[in-house]
Structures are given as C-alpha cells and as structure tokens.
C-alpha cells in the first residue's frame, strides 16, 4: 500500500465524517430529531472507523468489527427512519427489523461465516433494506422545503448502498480470485462512496439549518 493511498484510505475518508458530525453538532438545536438520529450514527461511526484503521495499522485482521458495525447500522439507519416517516405501520416493521436483524447477524458469524471474513451474507441484506427504506422515503416526500434535508439524506444512502450492493456481495470472491491492483481499485472507489454519503449528509444538515 502506497503512503498516499494508505493516507487516503485510512485517514480522508475516516475523517470526513467529521464534516457532517460538526454541522450537526454547531446546528443541533436547530436540526430535526432524524438528523439527532443520524449524528448518533455517525460518531458511532466515526469511532468505529478509527478502531478499524488502528487494528490495520498493528496487522490485526479488523474484520470483526464489521460484522458488529452492520448489525449497529442497520438499527441506527432504521431509527432514523422510523423518526423520519412518524408511521405507527412503518413502526411495527423498522421495530422487528431492528430486533431480528442483529440477532441473524450472531446466527451468521456463529453458525455461518467466520467472524474474521467479509459477512458476504448480512452486509448485501443490510442494504437491501436500506435501499428499500430510503427509496419508500423518496417516493412518500413531497416537495416542501421541510423534506429537502430527509431528500438529501435518503439520496446518500442510496447512492452508497446501491454502489457497493454487488461489492458486498462478491467481496470474498474478489478477495480470493482478483489482483491485487483490482482489489485495491474497487475499495478505493468504495471508499470514495462513503465520503460522497458523508458530503450528502453535511449538505443535508446545512438544508436543515437554513430552511429555519
């Protein structure tokens, strides 16, 4: 690994959950409970991101903490949701989710998949359903300027987690059968992703500030 691809990998991109975690924090009386919702996830994140480029730094195989990391995300993205669209019928659902979900995600690591390998089967499930929330939130928006930062929100998870579906999917695969130069392409643009979603969310919050 390069100095400048280790610098970008390991420290930009981590770091640039910052950008929104510090609008929100500056605007947080002036932001919506989702967006309180979505600063908790992304410090959570954060201090996630900085364990996981620790563990790397010292060779230890920081896997582990994903398969930790989707069970929390999904829970933290659904909340955020179930906050955003205020439905006692969506409630029941996103509350299920929130409960079955991290317990399928110890059946996987204890049953299926080792915990120190990429949780090929819990990580594409995770963003289908995050895909699916975020999509039935566009459709149900309307076009007041209340729902813009919801719109920015939901366009992030969307961009991100339908880029990286199939990379999440196949992430074993290509560990096992790609170059190294391809692997190292395909995390690069994924990295690249994240920040993108992590850019959305801080124009999201800057929406929520100014719309008051």
């Given at each position: 690994?390069?100095?400048?691809?280790?610098?970008?990998?390991?420290?930009?991109?981590?770091?640039?959950?910052?950008?929104?975690?510090?609008?929100?924090?500056a605007?947080?009386?002036?932001?919506a409970?989702?967006?309180?919702?979505?600063?908790?996830?992304?410090?959570?994140?954060?201090?996630?991101?900085?364990?996981?480029?620790?563990?790397?730094?010292?060779g230890?195989?920081?896997?582990?903490?994903?398969h930790?990391?989707?069970?929390?995300?999904?829970?933290?993205?659904?909340?955020?949701?179930?906050?955003?669209?205020?439905d006692?019928?969506?409630?029941?659902?996103?509350?299920?989710?929130?409960?079955?979900?991290?317990?399928?995600?110890?059946?996987?690591?204890t049953f299926?998949?080792?915990?120190y390998?990429?949780?090929?089967?819990?990580?594409?499930?995770?963003?289908?359903m995050?895909?699916?929330?975020?999509?039935?939130?566009?459709?149900?928006?309307?076009?007041?300027?209340?729902?813009?930062?919801?719109?920015?929100v939901?366009?992030?998870f969307?961009?991100y987690?339908?880029?990286?579906?199939?990379q999440?999917?196949?992430?074993?695969?290509?560990?096992?059968?790609?170059?190294?130069?391809?692997?190292?392409?395909?995390?690069d643009?994924?990295?690249?992703?994240v920040?993108?979603?992590?850019i959305?969310f801080?124009?999201?919050?800057?929406?929520?500030?100014?719309?008051?």
């Open positions: 690994m390069t100095t400048l691809h280790k610098i970008y990998i390991s420290y930009i991109v981590p770091g640039s959950t910052l950008l929104p975690i510090g609008a929100a924090v605007y947080y009386r002036q932001i409970r989702p967006l309180h919702t979505l600063l908790a996830y992304l410090c959570i994140a954060f201090v996630i991101n900085v364990m996981g480029t620790v563990m790397a730094s010292y230890k195989n920081n896997l582990p903490l994903l930790f990391y989707t069970a929390f995300e999904l829970v933290a993205v659904l909340l955020y949701y179930k906050h955003a669209f205020a006692r019928k969506l409630d029941k659902v996103f509350n299920t989710l929130m409960v079955g979900f991290p317990l399928l995600c110890v059946v996987n690591f299926f998949q080792s915990i390998t990429f949780n090929t089967y819990t990580r594409p499930l995770e963003a289908l995050i895909i699916m929330a975020s999509g039935l939130y566009l459709l149900r928006a309307d076009g007041s300027k209340e729902s813009v930062p919801g719109r920015w939901a366009s992030g969307l961009l987690f339908c880029s990286a579906l199939f999440f999917i196949f992430s074993n695969a290509l560990h096992h059968y790609a170059s190294k130069a391809v692997r190292s392409a395909l995390w643009v994924h990295a690249t992703l920040m993108i979603m992590y959305i801080f124009i999201a919050i800057r929406h929520a500030r100014l719309k008051r």
